[in-house]
């Protein structure tokens, strides 16, 4: 593992993402509704079927404080130098917390969620085999709009709810916050994915 100082690249890198978030394109109103949801899970696909292409950054200790066992982030980085997906993880003791993040185009396009709680206290000993329930949310986005939340019932919430409308706003503001955190990171850890056995990337998405 290298470590390398980054903080350079990141800022560039948070720069052309938040300005691409903020700034929708023209082409937002050509698709009908069932075409852009049909493009966000292809793009979706794509990520994940390409995984282990990509250019991975880990980072510990993500969110100022959030998660009280720890937390940590990959950022997976294409060719190009673009943002496709990050995941950042945060642990308790009863639980974690897991959110993903898919980009397109330096726009983000969809956030998938997992809330697990488990009904053991992680310094007892038989957590390993503690059950757990999760929850599962599924976020919508085009043209960094949110267009679409299929709850953990996967039932779909209102657009014009007020539930929706400030889920929609969160989301974008802690996804910004997160990525801005980077700027103040002076190392970050290059680590590329060289086959499907690499650990680290296995515990994220377990």
């Not at 997976?76 to 945060?90: A, I, M, P, Q």
């Not at 267009?147 to 209102?158: H, Q």
């Not at 657009?159 to 980077?182: A, G, T």
Request: include cysteine.
């Amino acid at each position: 593992m290298i470590y390398i100082n980054m903080k350079k690249y990141i800022f560039t890198l948070i720069l052309l993402t938040c300005s691409q978030v903020v700034f929708a394109n023209n082409t937002c109103e050509n698709l009908s509704f069932k075409e852009k949801i049909s493009e966000i899970r292809k793009n979706y696909a794509d990520i994940n079927n390409n995984i282990y292409d990509y250019k991975t950054y880990f980072f510990d200790g993500i969110g100022n404080g959030e998660g009280s066992e720890g937390s940590e982030a990959v950022n997976y980085v294409d060719n190009k130098g673009n943002l496709v997906k990050r995941v950042e993880t945060y642990y308790y003791e009863t639980g974690k917390f897991l959110i993903e993040y898919y980009y397109h185009q330096g726009n983000l396009r969809f956030i998938f969620t997992v809330d697990t709680d488990y009904n053991s206290h992680i310094s007892m000993p038989n957590f390993e085999q503690a059950q757990y329930t999760t929850s599962k949310n599924r976020y919508y986005f085009y043209c960094n709009r949110l267009i679409k939340w299929l709850d953990k019932d996967k039932k779909s919430i209102a657009p014009n709810s007020k539930k929706f409308i400030e889920k929609e706003q969160q989301l974008l503001d802690d996804m910004k916050d997160s990525l801005k955190e980077q700027e103040l990171s002076d190392d970050m850890q290059d680590n590329p994915l060289i086959n499907q056995d690499n650990e680290q990337v296995r515990r994220i998405f377990l």
